[in-house]
């Protein structure tokens, strides 16, 4: 069984939305977290295999 995962993260100053894709192209997970150091990291922190990572951030208005 392949471990990978695929996670996208759009993140904005308040907020961060989550997506996990598996290695079969399923959404596995979605969510949103506060943009907060210790959230980012309890939520990796739930995952296991081969994470894959991606992120969109807008510039500064």
């Known amino acids: ?3 990978k995962k695929y996670i996208g993260m759009d993140v904005h100053k308040e907020s ?14 979605e969510c949103v977290i506060e ?15 081969d994470l894959q990572v991606t992120y969109q951030a807008g510039g500064i208005c």
């Not at 961060?16 to 997970?29: D, E, Y």
């Not at 943009?35 to 295999?49: C, E, N, P, V, Y």
């Open 1 to 3: 069984m392949d471990s």
């Open 16 to 29: 961060i939305s989550l997506a996990v894709m598996n290695a079969a192209g399923k959404i596995v997970m």
């Open 35 to 49: 943009t907060k150091a210790s959230m980012i990291l309890q939520f990796f922190d739930g995952l296991r295999g």
